[in-house]
């Protein structure tokens, strides 16, 4: 089944480390984007990737770093520049010229601070 | 600037009983899709139903309707039937037909639903 894959599905966080989340798409889809969620919150837009080798800030990229070298992946970095990135962050994909379409999300990687 | 409002923090409904939530939002962009996605407590966001701003007549799927109203910028979900596993946030979302930012979705802030046995 196509879908969108997140990992790992917990992850924790050194002061000053810098860590990776990983995002796998098998949908063929052009774009991809990652969302930062804070506890009864709405989501929010970190970095978004239209297409390969091509990614632009969304609402909040501060203290955030991504890489789209290939069509299926779109790693998001949480660098140590993040002072406050204990947060649930989701990977989602679409196809971006289609506004009917709805993005698909994968499960999710929790991340928190030791 | 889009901006979606969603006013109800929380929401109890009693099971087999219909809930309705609200969503109004706000754009200027000629055309435009309204999604609604459900997030049970595990996190992962489901894609529930879809508006597009010129559809005539209201979308449906399954126990989930949508009460789409163009001139008031309201696009609320309608739960009919309501099931416990029905108990989850439950997020209103836009996405512009303009191109540019990928034609990103902009969320609401959410409703949590609990229903009750």
């Known amino acids: 089944d196509g879908g969108i894959t997140q990992s790992p599905k917990y992850l924790f966080r050194k002061e000053g480390q810098n860590v990776t989340l990983s995002c796998e798409q098998n949908?063929?889809?052009?774009?991809m984007y990652w969302y930062r969620q804070d506890p009864g919150q709405g989501l929010r837009l970190i970095y978004y990737?239209?297409?390969?080798?091509?990614?632009q800030k969304g609402d909040i990229a501060e203290g955030y770093s991504v890489s789209r070298e290939k069509k299926e992946s779109f790693p998001l970095t949480v660098t140590s520049a993040q002072k406050n990135p204990t947060a649930f962050y989701l990977c989602?994909?679409?196809?971006?010229?289609?506004?009917?379409?709805?993005?698909?999300f994968g499960d999710g990687t929790r991340l928190s601070i030791l | 600037a889009q901006k979606i409002t969603q006013t109800q923090p929380g929401m109890f409904v009693q099971e087999k009983e219909a809930v309705t939530l609200d969503c109004t939002y706000d754009?200027?962009?000629?055309?435009?899709?309204l999604f609604w996605y459900k997030q049970p407590s595990s996190g992962e966001m489901i894609f529930l139903i879809y508006?597009?701003?010129?559809?005539?007549q209201n979308a449906t799927e399954g126990r989930y309707s949508l009460n789409f109203q163009k001139a008031r910028k309201s696009a609320n979900l309608v739960i009919s039937a309501s099931q416990l596993g029905d108990s989850a946030m439950y997020f209103c979302?836009?996405?512009?037909?303009?191109?540019?930012?990928?034609?990103?979705?902009?969320f609401g802030s959410g409703t949590q639903l609990t229903v009750l046995p």
């Open positions: 990737s239209q297409i390969v080798n091509d990614f």
């Open positions: 754009t200027s962009d000629p055309s435009y899709g």
């Open positions: 508006q597009g701003s010129y559809d005539q």
């Open positions: 979302a836009m996405r512009s037909s303009v191109s540019g930012s990928a034609r990103q979705l902009t």
């Open positions: 989602a994909s679409s196809s971006p010229w289609a506004y009917n379409q709805p993005q698909h």
């Open positions: 949908l063929n889809h052009d774009a």
